[in-house]
């Protein structure tokens, strides 16, 4: 069973550094793009970045672009988003998501994100 | 970025009924790489359809989606009352992703 779990919620002060993680099992994890998908309290689903696990290959999203660091450690299957200096406005809850990728007829597509982890909730807040 | 523009924000519809959302990007999606997603309270988002029209294991037939190029179709063809909800739709064709900004269906 593809499973992604994350690691819990979290209450940090602005100015603080964080790190969160998504565990993957179940699957080869270095054979999917994980995502991070960010959602304010109250808003929309926001989308800030992927990685290939295989070769840490990363792109962000012009909005997150030097404002978060995406990385993963293969040889424990987790993903990390990581933030160096926490903003009252990063407050929200943060989902991973494993993109679905397929082969099919001898040609290879994207898929969509079709597994999800449980989101992490960071709160920020002196 | 590509921008994705839902729409109607809202739709009041009662059980039995259908259900037409839309999704409109500001520039081609690539190979149809469009997604439609259904979130409920409290839960994650849950993967629909890919690819613009091929719906995603274990989801039923009332759900399809149709479209191409800029504009694009989540259709709903009898509301069941578990189907009450937001949906966004997703682009993964450039290089990075966009959501556009939800649609909720609700109860009339």
């Known amino acids: 069973e593809v499973q992604l779990v994350q690691s819990g919620a979290e209450v940090k002060k602005p100015g603080e550094s964080l790190k969160i993680s998504c565990k993957g099992s179940?699957?080869?994890?270095?054979?999917?793009?994980i995502g991070w998908v960010r959602q304010m309290p109250g808003k929309g689903l926001e989308w800030m970045g992927i990685?290939?696990?295989?070769?840490?290959?990363?792109r962000y999203s012009p909005s997150f672009q030097g404002q978060v660091t995406i990385s993963a450690d293969k040889s424990i299957s987790t993903a990390y988003l990581q933030w160096s200096s926490l903003k009252a406005s990063d407050t929200a809850m943060y989902y991973c998501?494993?993109?679905?990728?397929?082969?099919?007829?001898?040609?290879?597509?994207?898929?969509?994100?079709?597994?999800w982890g449980q989101g992490t909730l960071v709160t920020v807040s002196s | 970025e590509i921008v994705l523009t839902q729409s109607p924000g809202t739709l009041s519809l009662s059980p039995g009924e259908r259900a037409t959302l839309s999704c409109r990007a500001s520039q081609s999606v690539s190979s149809s790489y469009l997604a439609w997603y259904q979130q409920k309270p409290g839960q994650a988002p849950r993967l629909l359809i890919y690819g613009a029209s091929s719906r995603a294991t274990g989801i039923p037939d009332r759900f399809s989606g149709s479209g191409s190029g800029t504009d694009f179709t989540l259709t709903i063809s009898r509301l069941e009352p578990e189907d009450f909800a937001v949906y966004y739709c997703?682009?993964?064709?450039?290089?990075?992703?966009?959501f556009g900004q939800g649609t909720k269906v609700e109860i009339k």
């Open positions: 997703q682009q993964y064709g450039s290089s990075t992703g966009t």
């Open positions: 990685i290939y696990p295989g070769d840490s290959d990363t």
């Open positions: 179940g699957y080869s994890f270095t054979s999917y793009w």
């Open positions: 998501a494993r993109r679905g990728d397929y082969c099919s007829g001898g040609s290879c597509y994207r898929g969509g994100f079709d597994y």
